[in-house]
């Protein structure tokens, strides 16, 4: 017996394969045999990622490793060297020149993505093909812990259908005229008291952070009926941090990283940013559970509050209806918390940034606000039905939006092999901006299952080929020509301009979203969800569009109608409001402003 152990033991460690005898293997042996390997992996894979595959016609990431493909870019992401938003742009400008897709391949996110930074592209991923596009493991992985697979942002399918349909219900306009109206006035009154205050006081307000405060509280209220006392009346106690926000900025930007640096998931459990994560996420989810918890014990006693107007209910008592666990709420109201507070916060810090630049669309709003709420002591808050009166207005915050999205960037995962065919579908005329370029058409995309689609609405905003010149390009050209090009124009239309020219695109013009009707009157100038795409598109168009437009309207009307808000211009100069990379696109060098209160 121990004879036939022995036997067949050696007979196991020589039974590789080509009669190698391992007990003669040295530890040189084996580094040739790897150095062997690899080098067979790059000569099959000199310029991608081993386990991707190229795409004819659709150029890719320079700056390329054999094996590896572009890891480079995700690393450079990674340590901050450059920001994956303004990279994702340079690289459209110079790899997708002329509007056009481009790829990359590392070992993440499938091994390929593909940007597809068209609205004929996105229309087939967010609707013609939907259902073949979901958020999928890259999500769970990336936002899981803190967002939970079951919310609504990370979600897909049945789970994400059921949060939809609940959900949408708050969102109906006979709500709008009473629940989320008057909370929102509540809220508008203690911002006027709050800025008059400061006025008195002649105190700066950080004013990307009163409009996270603003937000928090509104959307807390309405959503959940809970008092977060976020938003004081006194200048003063604004000093005192909101944590729940401090803490959901940190995750935010740490899930963000999750989905570029591949090694996350093993570098995190031993790591202080890691350890910091865990913390974070768990005072998190107490803030949520807090709310939950209350509620819960007002339901045992028999005093829910969750009324939203007449007979309505808030979106807590719609989701605690179904018999949900308390751990089954924690996901609802994370992330409806955070789909309420930071995207229309964001919208407004960018808004009044580009307010600070062009202060003639100030006075244009205000005039027009004076002329549809009133004025001075006539001043009346702004209601849902005002929103169709204040076209200017709500043309500044789209044009805002449309420069700086709330949420910069996203991401699908293909389930199946599929080919994207922009032509293959049913386009209309509101898919292109007036005065567009013409584009060559645009070529058929290879999608293999598993792989990842990408559009940066960010880089959209800025190109050209998508929002057009605006004007003929004969005026846009400088008197000057120089013989240095921008990418952009250089690449559409062969005409040469001064190297940092920017195009129209990149101007901050409302007038876009302003249509000229025929009667005399003005209206919102509607463009496809595809093409104005900050809030998304498709079956998973954001539920939020008509609340957070009444409700940054109503903020602008509230500030600009009744101050002058005073921008600090030697800090505004020196130090411009920038961003960080991150899910959404918080103002990372936060401006100060002094307000002014009017008399008119
Ligand atoms: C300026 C403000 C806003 C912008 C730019 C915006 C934009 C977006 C975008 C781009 C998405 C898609 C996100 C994704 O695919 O991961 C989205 C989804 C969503 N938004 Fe908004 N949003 C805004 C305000 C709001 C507000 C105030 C709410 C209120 C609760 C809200 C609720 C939602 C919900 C529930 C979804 C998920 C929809 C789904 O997946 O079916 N949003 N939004």
Request: aromatic share 10%; with cysteine; net charge neutral.
């Amino acid at each position: 017996m121990a004879s036939f152990l022995k036997t067949s033991s050696s007979s196991s460690s020589s039974s590789l394969p080509f009669g190698i005898d391992l007990s003669q293997v040295t530890p040189l042996h084996a580094l040739f045999a790897a150095l062997a390997v690899v080098a067979a992996m790059a000569i099959i894979a000199p310029d991608r990622y081993i386990f991707s595959s190229h795409r004819d016609g659709i150029p890719e990431l320079p700056e390329v490793w054999p094996i590896l493909g572009n890891l480079k870019f995700l690393l450079d992401v990674k340590s901050k060297r450059i920001t994956l938003l303004n990279a994702a742009l340079k690289y459209q400008r110079q790899v997708g020149k002329g509007g056009m897709p481009w790829g990359a391949t590392f070992p993440a996110l499938g091994g390929r993505i593909t940007m597809i930074n068209r609205p004929e592209y996105i229309r087939w991923v967010q609707k013609t093909n939907f259902e073949n596009y979901i958020k999928g493991a890259d999500f769970s992985r990336a936002m899981g812990d803190v967002m939970s697979t079951h919310g609504i942002f990370v979600a897909d399918g049945e789970i994400w259908k059921k949060q939809r349909k609940m959900a949408s219900h708050i969102f109906s306009v006979g709500n709008f005229r009473t629940h989320v109206q008057s909370t929102i006035q509540r809220d508008l009154a203690t911002l006027n008291s709050l800025a008059r205050d400061a006025s008195s006081k002649n105190t700066q307000v950080n004013l990307p952070d009163l409009f996270f405060r603003f937000t928090l509280s509104s959307f807390s209220l309405m959503a959940f009926s809970a008092e977060i006392g976020c938003l004081p009346p006194a200048v003063e106690e604004l000093s005192k941090a909101v944590k729940f926000a401090d803490d959901f900025d940190y995750a935010q930007r740490v899930m963000d990283e999750r989905f570029t640096d591949p090694f996350s998931t093993f570098t995190e459990p031993f790591s202080a940013q890691g350890r910091k994560m865990r913390k974070t996420i768990k005072d998190l989810h107490s803030f949520c559970y807090k709310i939950i918890d209350l509620r819960m014990e007002a339901n045992s006693r028999g005093d829910a509050q969750g009324a939203s107007g007449k007979g309505g209910k808030d979106l807590l008592a719609l989701f605690m209806e179904q018999n949900l666990s308390r751990e089954d709420l924690l996901p609802v109201v994370l992330n409806f918390l955070i789909a309420g507070r930071d995207t229309t916060a964001q919208a407004l810090s960018w808004l009044f940034w580009e307010f600070y630049k062009k202060p003639e669309c100030v006075e244009r709003c205000r005039q027009e606000i004076h002329e549809k709420l009133g004025s001075g002591a006539g001043y009346r808050h702004m209601t849902y039905d005002d929103l169709g009166t204040l076209v200017y207005t709500q043309a500044c915050l789209y044009e805002a939006l449309r420069l700086h999205p709330s949420v910069p960037k996203n991401l699908k995962k293909a389930v199946k092999d599929d080919v994207i065919r922009p032509y293959a579908q049913p386009l209309d005329g509101s898919e292109k901006a007036p005065n567009a370029i013409e584009s060559a058409k645009l070529p058929d995309l290879v999608i293999k299952a598993g792989e990842s689609v990408l559009w940066s609405d960010y880089a959209m905003g800025r190109m050209p080929e998508v929002w057009g010149p605006d004007r003929p390009l004969e005026q846009a050209l400088p008197s000057r020509p120089d013989s240095t090009l921008t990418d952009t124009f250089a690449s559409i239309s062969s005409i040469r301009l001064p190297r940092g020219t920017r195009t129209d695109c990149e101007e901050f013009k409302p007038e876009r979203f302003i249509e000229n009707n025929d009667d005399g009157s003005q209206s919102i100038k509607t463009y496809s969800q595809y093409l104005f795409h900050a809030f998304n598109a498709g079956p998973r168009l954001c539920l939020g569009q008509t609340l957070a437009t009444y409700e940054g309207c109503a903020v602008v009307a509230e500030l600009v109608g009744n101050f002058n808000v005073k921008f600090d211009e030697q800090a505004m100069r020196n130090d411009p409001p920038t961003f960080d990379d991150s899910l959404t696109l918080p103002v990372r060098n936060q401006y100060k402003v002094r307000f002014e209160a009017r008399d008119d």
